[in-house]
């Protein structure tokens, strides 16, 4: 089936430094969308693109739609400690298609620095 | 506002027990949804429901079966529980049946271990 490849699969981060994920696919999508995971919880929507080129803000997170429409990527200035968890990136292949067509990545773990 | 309701939150069984995962939502969506999270593999899409007295089958339903029971609930059954099905199971929904509003709302989760 359908793959989006998220990277990197974890990172560390330390209080006020700046963190990238991305999304890839071989595929183009209509639909990208960022989820946030807490510990014991649903994952959260964070942003959602819908056009190419899109660059979209939320507070401290910065999204974007690829142009290609095969990639996205998510920003996090100045991280603060509430920000660990699980970011997924998901997309969504057939504007107003099947509700299934929704393929989520597998997770880039956020986690603090000892 | 509740939002996604699932229930129970743990659950243990024994291979070969049957057991149903039940999902409420009270934002009058449309489209609901059960999901399976393993690690390192992302949210898997079991089986979906786009709109009341319809289900379809997602990328992973063998061994599962569900039921839209009106607007509201969507369940999850286990009828003979195995070990590769421990996982965490969430419910989600969404408002629109078609279209670009691909929001999804989700619960928080059900551990499920198969023992």
């Known amino acids: 089936g359908q793959q989006l490849n998220q990277s990197p699969q974890s990172m560390f981060i330390q209080e006020g430094e700046d963190v990238s994920m991305n999304c890839t696919s071989s595929?183009?999508?209509?639909?990208w969308l960022w989820y946030k995971q807490d510990p014991g919880e649903g994952p959260v929507l964070l942003i959602a693109?819908?056009?190419?080129?899109e660059l979209t803000s939320n507070g401290r997170l910065t999204a974007q739609f690829g142009i290609t429409r095969k990639d996205s990527f998510l920003n996090i200035s100045a991280s603060i400690p509430s920000d660990v968890g699980i970011y997924f990136c998901?997309?969504?292949?057939?504007?107003?298609?099947?509700?299934?067509?929704?393929?989520f990545g597998k997770g880039t773990k956020l986690s603090v620095k000892p | 506002n509740a939002g996604v309701t699932q229930t129970p939150k743990f659950q243990v069984l024994k291979t070969g027990q049957s057991m149903t995962l039940q999902c409420a939502q009270d934002?009058?969506?449309?489209?609901m949804y059960w999901y399976r999270q393993d690690p390192g593999m992302g949210l898997r899409l079991i089986y979906y429901?786009?709109?009341?007295?319809?289900?379809d089958k997602g990328e992973v339903p063998n061994g599962y079966n569900v039921s839209r029971l009106n607007k509201r609930e969507f369940s999850l059954r286990l009828e003979s529980a195995a070990p590769s099905q421990t996982s965490v199971y969430f419910c989600?929904?969404?408002?629109?049946?078609?279209?670009?509003?691909?929001?999804?709302?989700f619960g928080s989760g059900t551990q499920l271990s198969v023992l």
């Open positions: 998901a997309g969504h292949l057939n504007y107003g298609g099947s509700q299934g067509n929704l393929i």
């Open positions: 693109l819908y056009k190419a080129g």
């Open positions: 989600a929904s969404r408002r629109g049946t078609t279209g670009a509003n691909e929001k999804l709302f």
């Open positions: 429901s786009a709109s009341e007295g319809t289900t």
């Open positions: 934002m009058n969506h449309n489209s």
């Open positions: 595929s183009i999508f209509n639909t």
